[in-house]
């Protein structure tokens, strides 16, 4: 069977005028993952609002690496499936949003949580408060995420200085770190794969 194209799969969620108008597009754009770029500097920007069909079916994918966290359907030691789903979660913040996924013994999710929110540079994240959000879910393990709304993912001192401080911390509450992701639009970084945990 021969493989759909954007504008056809477009169609069959919002119709054809819908995805005619749409399919000059990027997909990041249309889904609400990133928000349009302005191509000249003397242009008007006008509003895009997702439409809702594509905005249900975004929070359905969403919704569908959650349900697989949560069953311990994904296999953690392969992070892919981790990072679509933080990806869809924040990489296309212009804040930085700085996430917990609370883990169980089993590696599955009990909870998926920001925990704080920043400005477009940085977030102050509080050691105390994480490991009492650890120990109020009854977490053994946990994934750290955050997002750098610059566009490029690779961690700074101070990420690296955080997770170190974070680990200590946890450690001391028998509560695993099991990576750290910085996410920047579609791309992400792996504590773990850098060998930085």
Same mark, same amino acid.
Request: hydrophobic share 45%.
């Given at each position: 069977?021969?493989?759909?194209?954007?504008?056809?799969?477009?169609?069959?969620?919002?119709?054809?005028?819908? %995805?005619? @108008?749409?399919?000059?597009?990027?997909?990041?754009?249309?889904?609400?993952?990133?928000?349009?770029?302005?191509?000249?500097?003397?242009?008007?920007?006008?509003?895009?609002?997702?439409? *809702?069909?594509? %905005?249900?079916?975004?929070?359905?994918?969403?919704?569908?690496?959650?349900?697989?966290? !949560?069953?311990?359907?994904? &296999?953690?030691?392969?992070? %892919? @499936?981790?990072?679509?789903?933080?990806? @869809?979660?924040?990489?296309?913040?212009?804040?930085?949003?700085?996430?917990?996924?609370?883990?169980?013994? #089993? &590696?599955?999710?009990?909870?998926?949580?920001?925990?704080?929110?920043?400005?477009?540079? #940085?977030?102050?994240?509080? *050691?105390?408060?994480?490991?009492? #959000?650890?120990?109020?879910?009854?977490?053994?393990?946990?994934?750290? %995420?955050?997002?750098? *709304? !610059?566009?490029?993912?690779?961690?700074?001192?101070?990420?690296?200085?955080?997770?170190?401080?974070?680990?200590?911390?946890?450690?001391?509450?028998?509560?695993?770190?099991?990576?750290?992701?910085?996410?920047?639009? &579609?791309?992400?970084?792996?504590?773990?794969?850098?060998?930085?945990?």
């Amino acid at each position: 069977m021969k493989q759909k194209s954007n504008a056809e799969l477009l169609a069959l969620l919002v119709g054809n005028d819908t %995805a005619k @108008a749409l399919a000059s597009r990027p997909l990041v754009e249309i889904l609400g993952f990133a928000k349009p770029r302005q191509q000249h500097l003397c242009e008007e920007m006008t509003p895009y609002v997702v439409h *809702p069909a594509l %905005a249900a079916a975004k929070e359905l994918f969403k919704r569908c690496f959650s349900e697989q966290l !949560s069953t311990g359907d994904l &296999n953690l030691s392969s992070p %892919a @499936a981790v990072q679509s789903f933080l990806c @869809a979660e924040i990489g296309h913040l212009e804040h930085e949003s700085f996430w917990c996924l609370w883990m169980d013994a #089993q &590696n599955r999710l009990i909870k998926a949580e920001e925990l704080f929110r920043g400005t477009t540079t #940085q977030t102050s994240v509080y *050691p105390r408060e994480v490991v009492k #959000q650890a120990i109020s879910v009854n977490a053994t393990g946990v994934i750290f %995420a955050h997002n750098h *709304p !610059s566009g490029f993912p690779e961690p700074s001192r101070a990420d690296q200085t955080l997770t170190s401080a974070l680990k200590s911390a946890l450690a001391l509450v028998d509560v695993r770190t099991l990576d750290h992701f910085v996410i920047a639009g &579609n791309k992400a970084l792996s504590f773990a794969e850098r060998g930085l945990l």
